[in-house]
């Protein structure tokens, strides 16, 4: 990973199209401590196997570790991209407050 951490969320979905080929699936790591600094990270990033790579996603709104994951149609308001990867949850960074929140990162086709 490009972004060493711990408790995190992982999902497999489809890679992103710039990513790989048509159909490839990459593993997705999502939120987690980074470094053990005791604070969370609001980053996200992908693994392409047949590359062997890692490759940023765009940034949750709220940093978070612990999160549950998962890989889902997206939303309706999504139109373009029609999977997207899920952080459920989790814990926030300043209080340890259980987070009941849940953050769609477009990812596939």
């Known amino acids: 990973m490009d972004v060493s951490r711990v408790a995190l969320g992982a999902t497999s979905a489809p890679c ?3 990513a790989g080929k048509a159909g490839a699936t990459c593993v997705h790591a999502i939120a987690g401590f980074t470094n053990f600094t005791d604070f969370a990270t609001d ?3 992908f693994f ?5 790579d890692w490759s940023p996603l765009p940034d949750l709104a709220t940093a978070r570790f612990e999160p549950a994951a998962a890989t889902a149609p997206c939303p309706k308001s999504a139109k373009s991209v029609r999977t997207c990867m899920y ?3 989790g814990l926030n960074d300043t ?4 987070l009941n929140s849940v953050e ?3 990812v596939g086709r």
Request: aromatic share 4%.
């Open 16 to 18: 992103p199209t710039a």
């Open 43 to 45: 980053t996200a990033e």
């Open 48 to 52: 392409t196997p047949a590359a062997n």
């Open 87 to 89: 952080a459920l949850g």
């Open 95 to 98: 209080s340890f407050t259980a």
């Open 104 to 106: 769609a990162l477009p």
